[in-house]
Antibody, heavy 121, light 106 residues
Framework: QAQLVESGGGVVQPGRSLRLSCAASGFTLRSHDVHWVRQAPGKGLEWVAV????????HYADFAKGRFTVSRDPFRNTLDLQLNSLRAEDTALYYC??????????????WGQGTMVTVSS | DIEMTQSPSSVFASVGDRVTITCRASQGINNWLAWYQQKPGTAPELLIY???SLHSGVPSRFSGSGSGTDFTLTINNLQPEDFATYYCQQTKTFPRTFGQGTKLQI
């Protein structure tokens, strides 16, 4: 059964950094594009970033450009989201999600349970 | 960016009812649309991809339709487990964008 598990969340002061990880089981992460999506408390879903299956390309939401970086670990079945210069408005539950592929409408078919990031002084 | 607008923002219904949620894209997205269900405290789950294709394991009482800019999610014969928040998402371009959500309440 395909599963994703996020880790690395926590409480951090404004301006500081945090590194989130997404680990896969039941499938090979390198075979899929993977997205990050966040959800602020009581709010809707907000797309953050994507990394190509082969790590040759990435896209970011405007709020993430220049502050967030997604990368893959070529030796493990994991990928990371580096969060820099964090702001209070980045407080959210961060999910990683698997892209299903072109033949399945590029929808997000597997989601992790999320890891909470709280930015507060 | 493509803006996705859902309506209504919330809807009240009863077990056995039929409910329709609409989603409008600010520009044409062909059939590059997905629907997700999210229950409190849990991650979203994929229901529909490519506007009208049912994801594996999703009950057939869920259906999607539409193309271009206007889409609908229909739930027939509502079951107690269907009371949740539903999101549409365009998968045509980056940034991927979600609708604001529709909360389906008893």
């Amino acid at each position: 059964q395909a599963q994703l598990v996020e880790s690395g969340g926590g409480v951090v002061q404004p301006g500081r950094s945090l590194r989130l990880s997404c680990a896969a089981s039941g499938f090979t992460l390198r075979s899929h594009d993977v997205h990050w999506v966040r959800q602020a408390p009581g709010k809707g879903l907000e797309w953050v970033a994507v990394i190509w299956f082969d790590a040759t390309n990435e896209h970011y939401a405007d709020f993430a450009k220049g502050r967030f970086t997604v990368s893959r670990d070529p030796f493990r079945n994991t990928l990371d989201l580096q969060l820099n210069s964090l702001r209070a408005e980045d407080t959210a539950l961060y999910y990683c999600a698997r892209n299903s592929g072109y033949n399945f409408g590029d929808a997000f078919d597997v989601w992790g349970q999320g890891t909470m990031v709280t930015v507060s002084s | 960016d493509i803006e996705m607008t859902q309506s209504p923002s919330s809807v009240f219904a009863s077990v056995g009812d039929r409910v329709t949620i609409t989603c409008r894209a600010s520009q044409g997205i062909n059939n590059w649309l997905a629907w997700y269900q999210q229950k409190p405290g849990t991650a979203p789950e994929l229901l529909i991809y490519a506007a009208s294709s049912l994801h594996s394991g999703v009950p057939s009482r869920f259906s999607g339709s539409g193309s271009g800019t206007d889409f609908t999610l229909t739930i027939n014969n509502l079951q107690p487990e269907d009371f949740a928040t539903y999101y549409c998402q365009q998968t045509k371009t980056f940034p991927r964008t979600f609708g604001q959500g529709t909360k389906l309440q008893i």
